[in-house]
């Protein structure tokens, strides 16, 4: 499936209203309220590194692995701009082969696990977090929510017109299987002033807060708890984004 191809190019540009910075805050304020140690950190999924990067000029040492070539060049540029040293691998998280052992935190932000969409996978994925993890080490992700993946994004068609960027993003939801199946439609302008269109799509799983909570508990994690949409309450309803937390 062609995904986060071309895409990747304009990733960060669709997502600059996307606070990183309070996301990058909510994750050490998780850590700060686990009282957990943690210096280096694996990051799953890390795309174009908009929390790899703040987190490495942070003091962290991490490690990001995500399975689109081109959100790795976007993000190994961003930190050579930056000034900021980067270990970035390309790997399908549903096969993480990783064997640095005993690791502070594993991490996984904005949907890396939706794109996992067969349990097995995120079963196998879970199972190997705990083993990475050093004793009493914590596992911080967070998905997009059922609730939004079913009824807010599923069988709805967004639009975007920009100076250089006009997408179409059409969503269908099966409810048989969980998936939503989005069908994004981008046109990029050129520096001549004509467009370029591309097509990609992407299908997303969604999951039930109570279905990851029971596999987190079956890889072996203790003191597992589910925050809604960056609080420390448990997700509501309508809550569109679950952040869960557990410790080895
Ligand atoms: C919405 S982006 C989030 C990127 C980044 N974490 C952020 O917060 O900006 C989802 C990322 O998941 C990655 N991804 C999807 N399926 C994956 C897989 N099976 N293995 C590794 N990465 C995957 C995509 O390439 C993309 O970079």
Redesign the pocket.
């Known amino acids: 499936m062609d ?2 191809r071309d895409f990747a190019f304009i990733y960060d540009e669709l ?1 600059d209203d996307v606070d990183y910075d309070r996301w990058v805050e909510y994750i050490e304020e998780i850590i700060k309220s686990e009282g957990a140690e943690v210096q280096n950190i694996l990051e ?5 590194g ?2 790899t990067i703040p987190l490495t000029k942070k003091g962290y040492d991490i490690a990001g ?4 070539a081109e ?1 790795l060049e976007v993000a190994m540029e961003k930190a050579e701009e930056e000034g900021v040293q980067l270990v970035l691998l390309q ?4 096969e993480l082969d990783f064997d640095v052992p005993n690791l502070d935190c594993i991490l996984c ?4 696990f939706n ?2 969409t067969y349990d097995d996978d995120l079963e196998y994925v879970f199972s190997k977090a705990h083993e990475l993890l050093k004793e009493d080490g914590i596992f911080i992700f967070d998905i997009s929510s059922y609730y939004k993946l079913s009824k807010v994004l599923g069988n709805n068609t967004f639009a975007e017109k920009r100076e250089d960027v006009v997408y179409m993003w059409q969503n269908y939801f099966d409810p048989e299987e969980d998936l939503v199946e989005m069908e994004l439609t981008f046109f990029v302008k050129n520096e001549d002033g004509t467009f370029d269109r591309f097509d990609e799509v992407h299908q997303q799983r969604a999951y039930e807060t109570e279905d990851i909570l029971e596999k987190l508990a079956d890889a072996g994690f203790r003191d597992i708890k589910a925050y809604g949409d960056f609080a420390f309450e448990k997700p509501k309803k309508d809550s569109e984004r679950v952040f869960f937390v557990g410790r080895k």
């Open positions: 995904q986060y997502m799953l999924a890390c795309g174009t908009n929390l692995i995500d399975i689109s959100m790997q399908d998280i549903a932000a904005c949907d890396g794109y996992l």
